[in-house]
């Protein structure tokens, strides 16, 4: 069999293992997100049996207040009570219950109208005359307490039955995320098994007939040209050997021709190199009269906690993210760019940027107590200028022009392993204005005396005339290095998108 045929066999039973692996995979996870969706609906239809729970109590001590005091404002109360106990009765039995938990709210619904039927109205029009001892004598007579309690064990029960089928739907969220485990497992001891596989193989389809092919090659003596050299193993290597018997007997005349082309390979690397430096670090194409430039400078080493996005979300509408992790270093530039590719997609999925952060948090749920993201979205409209914003932690944003700052200010908390919410702002950026966006490593960074260049500096930097994006990043990061006469202690990222004059 022939070394292509051989790792083609290699290569289709990896896609294969492949295959069933992200089948499976893909399956289990599904499962799970089934399980967890079916846990979250019953943990609601407990919240709603507690909170209908508070409102029979309160509707309770409202109809003891009237009977105390004969106040009609208590009867108003306990009515709003009664509506509201409908109401949840009526979210419960739309919450897809089963047989039993309908049967048991149904008991709850009857033992609530019994009670209201032969205690609370009863006692009511009694209470209304002005008697309050026979109101008393009634109400022990009626043994309104136990109707009463009659409702609680009925809530009890309902309670009980959904609590169990939770802890059942939290126990197979919890089985596929160890099926889940399981597999991964599986996969891993597989590709192990694989790779050493292969590394086998390689060394017996490849490394011994090439060392073999190698060692007749060293042992002929200069200028030989009688021996002839004949590959061993599959039918590759034999034409390998077969092709270098015929390159030797061509070396001698074609030494001079070799190191020209030689020569060639090397400027054409040169050339190409550059060419792609370039084609790196081109700038993305803006409308006319519209610039945007972005620099990040890490504290440490090539990576950073910080990182910025600055891509297109629809036509004319341009979406710039800076996000800044706590620290620096390898960790929290892992996080921050799953940060970012969140937001970028949130971006794109979301029409309310607040939501889209709330839903990017969710995804962040796995983040370590002390790990913060201070972060800054915002959807521009190249066609009018409109600017949408959000900005959860960040260092203000500035909108800035020859003579004028403004600060675009937080619109939320910074986001970290808790819960909050974040609203948008609005602003409209004009032609001859830029936006600006920094983070803290900016103002931060210290002179000598360990005196911080501070927003006040940024904000007189801000209000000079620039001539596009590109010279007021450029003017930040100068004047930050000559103030601090050396790298910051922090990541420092700058993001601008600069509207011209027309």
Same mark, same amino acid.
Request: with cysteine.
């Given at each position: 069999?022939?070394?292509?045929?051989?790792?083609?066999?290699?290569?289709?039973?990896?896609?294969?293992?492949?295959?069933?692996?992200?089948?499976?995979?893909?399956?289990?996870?599904?499962?799970?997100?089934?399980?967890?969706?079916?846990?979250?609906?019953?943990?609601?239809?407990?919240?709603?049996?507690?909170?209908?729970?508070?409102?029979?109590?309160?509707?309770?001590?409202?109809?003891?207040?009237?009977?105390?005091?004969?106040?009609?404002?208590?009867?108003?109360?306990?009515?709003?009570?009664?509506?509201?106990?409908?109401?949840?009765?009526?979210?419960?039995?739309?919450?897809?219950?089963?047989?039993?938990?309908?049967?048991?709210?149904?008991?709850?619904?009857?033992?609530?109208?019994?009670?209201?039927?032969?205690?609370?109205?009863?006692?009511? +029009?009694?209470?209304? $005359?002005?008697?309050?001892?026979?109101?008393?004598?009634?109400?022990?007579?009626?043994?309104?307490?136990?109707?009463?309690?009659?409702?609680?064990?009925?809530?009890?029960?309902?309670?009980?039955?959904?609590?169990?089928?939770?802890?059942?739907?939290?126990?197979? +969220?919890?089985?596929?995320?160890?099926?889940?485990?399981?597999?991964?497992? &599986?996969?891993?001891?597989?590709?192990?098994?694989?790779?050493?596989?292969?590394?086998?193989?390689?060394?017996?389809?490849?490394?011994?007939?090439?060392?073999?092919?190698?060692?007749?090659?060293?042992?002929?003596?200069?200028?030989?040209?009688?021996?002839?050299?004949?590959?061993?193993?599959?039918?590759?290597?034999?034409?390998?050997?077969?092709?270098?018997?015929?390159?030797?007997?061509?070396?001698?005349?074609?030494?001079?021709?070799?190191?020209?082309?030689?020569?060639?390979?090397?400027?054409?690397?040169?050339?190409?190199?550059?060419?792609?430096?370039?084609?790196?670090? &081109?700038?993305?194409?803006?409308?006319?009269?519209?610039?945007?430039?972005?620099?990040?400078?890490?504290?440490?080493?090539?990576?950073?906690?910080?990182?910025?996005?600055?891509?297109?979300?629809?036509?004319?509408?341009?979406?710039?993210?800076?996000?800044?992790?706590?620290?620096?270093?390898?960790?929290?530039?892992?996080?921050?760019?799953?940060?970012?590719?969140?937001?970028?997609?949130?971006?794109?999925?979301?029409?309310?940027?607040?939501?889209?952060?709330?839903?990017?948090?969710?995804?962040?749920?796995?983040?370590?107590?002390?790990?913060?993201?201070? &972060?800054?979205?915002?959807?521009?409209?190249?066609?009018?200028?409109?600017?949408?914003?959000?900005?959860?932690?960040?260092?203000?944003?500035?909108?800035?022009?020859?003579?004028?700052?403004?600060?675009?200010?937080?619109?939320?908390?910074?986001?970290?392993?808790?819960?909050?919410?974040?609203?948008?702002?609005?602003?409209?950026?004009?032609?001859?204005?830029?936006?600006?966006?920094? $983070?803290?490593?900016?103002?931060?960074?210290?002179?000598?005396?360990?005196?911080?260049?501070?927003?006040?500096?940024?904000?007189?930097?801000?209000?000079?005339?620039?001539?596009?994006?590109?010279?007021?990043?450029?003017?930040?990061?100068?004047?930050?290095?000559?103030?601090?006469?050396?790298?910051?202690?922090?990541?420092?990222?700058?993001?601008?998108?600069?509207?011209?004059?027309?």
């Amino acid at each position: 069999m022939s070394l292509r045929a051989r790792l083609s066999l290699a290569l289709a039973i990896l896609v294969l293992l492949l295959a069933l692996g992200g089948s499976a995979g893909m399956m289990l996870v599904g499962r799970g997100d089934d399980a967890r969706d079916r846990h979250e609906h019953e943990l609601a239809k407990l919240v709603d049996v507690e909170q209908l729970r508070g409102v029979f109590r309160f509707e309770a001590a409202t109809f003891r207040a009237f009977l105390l005091s004969g106040e009609e404002t208590q009867l108003a109360a306990e009515e709003a009570a009664r509506a509201e106990a409908e109401q949840l009765i009526g979210r419960l039995r739309a919450a897809d219950l089963s047989v039993a938990e309908t049967d048991q709210l149904d008991q709850v619904d009857q033992s609530a109208d019994h009670w209201r039927l032969e205690s609370v109205e009863p006692l009511i +029009a009694l209470r209304r $005359t002005g008697d309050v001892g026979l109101v008393a004598a009634q109400f022990a007579d009626f043994d309104s307490i136990d109707l009463f309690a009659a409702i609680e064990v009925n809530l009890g029960a309902l309670r009980a039955t959904i609590s169990e089928r939770a802890a059942r739907s939290e126990d197979l +969220a919890d089985q596929a995320r160890e099926d889940v485990t399981g597999l991964a497992l &599986a996969f891993l001891v597989v590709a192990v098994a694989l790779v050493i596989t292969v590394k086998l193989a390689g060394r017996r389809w490849l490394t011994r007939p090439i060392l073999a092919l190698a060692s007749d090659v060293e042992c002929l003596a200069p200028g030989d040209l009688d021996t002839v050299i004949t590959g061993t193993g599959p039918p590759e290597i034999v034409a390998l050997g077969t092709e270098i018997e015929r390159m030797r007997r061509r070396v001698a005349a074609e030494l001079e021709a070799t190191l020209r082309s030689q020569e060639g390979l090397v400027q054409n690397a040169t050339v190409l190199m550059s060419v792609r430096a370039r084609l790196e670090s &081109a700038p993305e194409l803006m409308p006319s009269g519209w610039s945007v430039s972005a620099t990040l400078t890490p504290a440490t080493g090539v990576v950073a906690g910080d990182c910025y996005d600055v891509a297109w979300v629809q036509q004319s509408r341009l979406g710039l993210v800076v996000v800044d992790v706590a620290g620096h270093g390898a960790e929290s530039a892992v996080v921050a760019l799953r940060a970012k590719e969140l937001l970028r997609a949130a971006m794109r999925t979301y029409l309310d940027l607040g939501e889209g952060l709330r839903w990017v948090t969710r995804q962040l749920d796995g983040l370590e107590p002390d790990m913060f993201i201070s &972060a800054f979205v915002a959807i521009l409209d190249t066609g009018t200028g409109s600017l949408e914003y959000l900005s959860a932690g960040h260092p203000p944003a500035l909108l800035c022009a020859p003579g004028q700052v403004s600060d675009l200010p937080p619109t939320g908390p910074i986001i970290g392993p808790f819960e909050a919410t974040w609203a948008s702002g609005r602003a409209t950026l004009k032609t001859g204005q830029a936006l600006l966006v920094y $983070t803290d490593g900016l103002t931060e960074v210290q002179d000598d005396d360990r005196n911080e260049y501070g927003l006040d500096r940024l904000r007189a930097l801000a209000s000079e005339r620039f001539d596009d994006a590109e010279a007021l990043v450029k003017r930040c990061l100068d004047e930050t290095s000559a103030f601090s006469a050396g790298r910051g202690q922090d990541d420092i990222t700058v993001v601008a998108v600069s509207r011209a004059d027309v």
